[in-house]
């Protein structure tokens, strides 16, 4: 078998040098080009080493693991024993799903026939894993192997600094309540104009029961002052809101100035992690009639003036 070790070594420089570039990603680094072209060097010469010298220890676990943490020290430095386990840790779970994902799409494609004809034995009893790839399909493997993971941690990243602004929220009315997830938004600055009381916003769906029929789909196209004036004053018996509703001015995102459907509650409570709940009584709750959220992760926007501030003691609140 003949083999070309720059080829050999051209090949892992550019394997190497996608697998830090995904470590840096992964771990929010911004290395320098030049040291992430060096730390692949490195690995790219240990890996042509092989076929030009045959020093057996030099290929061990121990001098793999010291070669790999030389990689990384020439890529992203040191900075302390925490940080460098951190990305060292990152280093090597890219490497294993971004390999692991090229094997695994290389017998995917690979032609039917039995299991039994691509493994073989050594005389120490070990197991070979007999594969070829031609190299273009195993750039495009390798690539879409390493977006997938990064794409995948992104999304795992994204969701984790999310679940941090999603608090538990319980509504209360006449003794009854209504509770949801909602998101914090701090960017919300929406006030009943007559009260100065916070207005935080919920799906109207979860207000069906306590709506007239209807009301609930209507929202979501038809202007609230509208629903109100058809009804005037003759409200369905039994309607407990009747006293409670408002209508709030707020400007849309097409700068026109809408009039939004709200509620005044008994009290709204919020519940974020790790922390107790906190009750407000000066509040309204803005009824929209879509989706917040396509995943349904939160179905409320929270006001941020009904979160306290840490180390801040709950302030009392009065009715709107």
Not at 11 to 17: H, I, R
Not at 87 to 110: D, E, H, P, Q
Not at 240 to 264: E, F, H, I, K, S
Request: proline residues 6%; aromatic residues 10%; glycine residues 8%.
């Amino acid at each position: 078998m003949t083999v070309y070790v720059d080829l050999v070594f051209l090949t892992n420089l550019a394997v190497d040098g996608t697998v830090l570039l995904t470590t840096a990603k992964v771990r929010k680094l911004r290395p320098g080009r030049t040291r992430i072209a060096l730390s692949a060097a490195l690995g790219a010469a240990y890996a042509a080493a092989m076929f030009l010298a045959d020093i057996p220890y030099f290929y061990t676990f121990g001098a793999k693991v010291l070669v790999s943490a030389a990689m990384v020290l020439t890529a992203f430095g040191y900075g302390g024993p925490l940080r460098f386990i951190r990305i060292f840790g990152a280093f090597y779970l890219v490497n294993f799903a971004t390999l692991g994902g090229v094997i695994g799409l290389s017998f995917l494609l690979k032609q039917a026939g039995s299991p039994w004809a691509a493994m073989s034995f050594t005389q120490q009893g070990g197991l070979l894993l007999n594969w070829q790839m031609q190299l273009g399909l195993f750039a495009a493997a390798f690539a879409l192997s390493a977006w997938l993971f990064r794409s995948a941690s992104f999304s795992a990243q994204s969701r984790e600094r999310l679940e941090t602004l999603i608090a538990d929220v319980t509504v209360t009315v006449n003794g009854e309540s209504i509770q949801c997830r909602g998101l914090v938004d701090t960017g919300n600055r929406l006030y009943d104009p007559l009260s100065r009381a916070p207005v935080m916003v919920m799906e109207a769906s979860l207000w069906r029961e306590w709506l007239p029929e209807g009301w609930a789909a209507r929202l979501q196209t038809e202007p609230a002052d509208q629903l109100v004036a058809e009804m005037g004053e003759a409200f369905p018996d039994g309607f407990v809101l009747q006293d409670r509703l408002r209508l709030v001015p707020y400007r849309g995102v097409n700068g026109n100035t809408r009039l939004m459907l709200a509620v005044r509650p008994d009290a709204v409570s919020i519940a974020l992690p790790d922390c107790a709940p906190h009750s407000n009584r000066r509040v309204l709750v803005g009824l929209d009639g879509g989706a917040l959220s396509s995943d349904q992760t939160y179905r409320a926007i929270v006001h941020p003036d009904l979160v306290p501030a840490q180390g801040s003691a709950p302030a009392p609140s009065q009715p709107a």
